[in-house]
């Protein structure tokens, strides 16, 4: 029982950098899941507009900020075919899905509008006994928050925060090594993860 702790390793204002990075610490997983996470925030039509024509399928929701007429948070148009007078009282929408890993992420990236977005790699941090570091597929793994600094999707803000995630105990060891595989540290204490 319990969540991961998420050590947030780079933040940075440029979307792509951040993707790139995580991208980098995440082929470090060993029995990666074959599929990723991907969540956005979108504030506007040309949001909605753009992330429906990158994800396969995808199913988007009333945002917590925003409830449907009756208090529901499923939402039932289909953006492709509903016109921008008809989309605009809804929003703003949120779309959370799974897709398969290496399939649309960086598609994903460059669609991104002003809202709060992720994308989650899950996997298992390599066995290094000679280190005392061994992995967890229960907890590890890396996550970038675009528009955010909290792993649990906090407050919106300027920057991008990509975090790697250990097991419930925080292996700061770990998180130390990983940081210096893409030229950063640890930035602050750890958080509550997934």
């Keep these: 029982m319990g969540n991961s702790k998420a050590y947030p390793v780079l933040r940075t204002t440029d979307a792509a950098l951040a993707?790139?990075?995580a991208e980098r610490l995440s082929a470090l997983l060993t029995q990666r899941d074959g599929e990723v996470e991907l969540f956005a925030e979108l504030r506007t039509i040309a949001d909605v507009r753009q992330m429906a024509a990158v994800l396969p399928e995808p199913s988007f929701?009333?945002?917590?900020?925003?409830?449907g007429p009756?208090?529901?948070?499923?939402?039932?148009?289909?953006?492709?075919?509903?016109?921008?007078?008809?989309?605009?009282p809804h929003l703003p929408l949120e779309v959370m899905v799974d897709?398969?890993?290496?399939?649309?992420e960086d598609h994903f990236v460059a669609a991104l509008g002003q809202?709060?977005?992720?994308?989650?790699?899950?996997?298992?941090?390599?066995?290094?006994?000679?280190?005392?570091?061994h992995g967890s597929a229960k907890y590890d793994g890396?996550?970038?928050?675009?528009?955010?600094?909290?792993?649990?999707?906090?407050?919106?803000?300027?920057?991008?925060t990509v975090f790697v995630h250990v097991d419930k105990f925080g292996d700061l060891?770990?998180?130390?090594?990983?940081?210096?595989?893409?030229?950063?540290a640890v930035l602050d204490e750890p958080q509550l993860g997934w």
Excluded: N
Excluded at 70 to 88: H, K, N, P, Q, Y
Excluded at 115 to 133: F, N, V
Excluded at 173 to 184: E, M, T, V, Y
């Design 19 to 21: 993707f790139r990075q």
């Design 61 to 67: 929701a009333y945002s917590e900020m925003h409830i």
């Design 70 to 88: 009756a208090g529901e948070r499923s939402f039932e148009l289909d953006v492709t075919t509903a016109d921008d007078a008809t989309l605009e």
């Design 99 to 104: 897709v398969p890993r290496g399939s649309v």
């Design 115 to 133: 809202g709060m977005a992720g994308i989650d790699w899950h996997g298992s941090w390599p066995e290094e006994p000679e280190d005392d570091l």
């Design 142 to 160: 890396v996550q970038v928050v675009f528009h955010g600094d909290h792993a649990q999707l906090g407050r919106w803000t300027e920057h991008h």
């Design 173 to 184: 060891p770990r998180a130390r090594k990983l940081a210096a595989h893409i030229g950063s």
